[in-house]
């Protein structure tokens, strides 16, 4: 019996691989390359959209705790992410490129994974993972919607950051390093004065936004605020935001500047670099004209410019399991943003849950279980607490995994220990073979 995975995002590769991985046949829908959404850019799957930062890599961190746990569970998409890593301090950033088309073709080589390209419009029987992302199409969503009464889903709205070139960044005004001098400097660090910021903080707030049909700023998910959002919340949010001096130290100066724009690599060539929190929905003419008046971007290059999307979820807490799947049937699941874990390395994480618990089923088995004290795990009951009144996308966090049972007081080393205690139930459950 094949199981139908549809969409060939981060979640929708991460499970295919595993139920292929378990001996499973699948069958593979993505509707790219012959319908493609205005946020998508390749052909590839497991597009990056937004960032190229899967955020993180310390084990004091969730996210880095997370990433652990997948790659000891054997990831798809934490291996490619490994192979094609580019230098970003303390966190886990790819070649956005590389790594789309190293999951392309694994997935494509798998013998057990055969790729269908066509749209899917309608909820398929079981055995199935949907894991269309926020990025759903119309026709999908418009079925899903159904399938659940309409009563199931909710949305807000993402934004994606531009892209410049390397060569373009005056690097007279600009310097290299990483905040707190943590790992490797592998920032591009763009210094503000209190004049040069103001001016900047009062264009930003008055730019002409494109239209994006049902767009309010209550509507959009916190963790990816357009950077025109947040100045208008105040003039000095942005410096206690993604502007925010601490830990870098201007080379001409020898302080702290007043605030700062950091650049991230986007590729391994280090030809392009991302504006590190500046996703936007303003007009491409305003964004090159208020983002040049960064000093060190006076003659910017912009090859991508920022964009924004809908992003829809289900009311999981009322509709899924800890496994993704449908309460009512077991054999429907879903996977990826659309469940409300929000994040990249969150949507592999569902993903993967999703289809070791899908696995079992199909061969008539019971689902692992994953406890509440691993990473995974946590999302998973997060996702299907019926309790919450108010559910919105949540990324991991130390918040939703169950405190320790001695009481730590420095918050590194209390994290530190939840990510041993979680680590250790990782490692049970994969010498029993999951």
Known sequence: ???????AGLAGSEAAWQLASRGIAVELYEMKPHK????????DFAELVCSNSLRGDRLENAVGLLKEELRRCGSLILQCAEATRVEAGGCLAVDRGGFSRMVTEKIRSHPNIRVIPEEV???????????????TSDALSQAIGEYFGNTGYLHFFDAAAPLVTAESIDMNLAWWQSRYDRGTPDYINCALDKEQYEAFVRELTTAQEAEVHGFEDSNVFEGCMPVEVMARRGVDTLRYGPLKPVGLTDPKTGREP?????LRQDNAAKSVYNLVGFQTHLKFGEQKRVFSMIPALHDAEFVRYGVMHQNTFLQSPKLLDRFYADRRNPMVAFAGQMTGVEGYVESTASGYLAAVAMAAKVQGKEPTEFPAITAIGALGHYISDASIESFQPMNINFGIMPKLEKRVRKKAEKNLAIAQRSLAAIDALVAEGI
């Open 121 to 135: 419009t309608r909820v398929p029987e079981g055995p199935v993972i949907i894991a269309t992302g926020p990025l």
């Open 36 to 43: 493609m959404t205005p946020a998508h850019h390749s052909p």
């Open 258 to 262: 007043y605030a700062v724009v950091q």
């Open 1 to 7: 019996m094949a199981v139908k995975v549809i969409g």
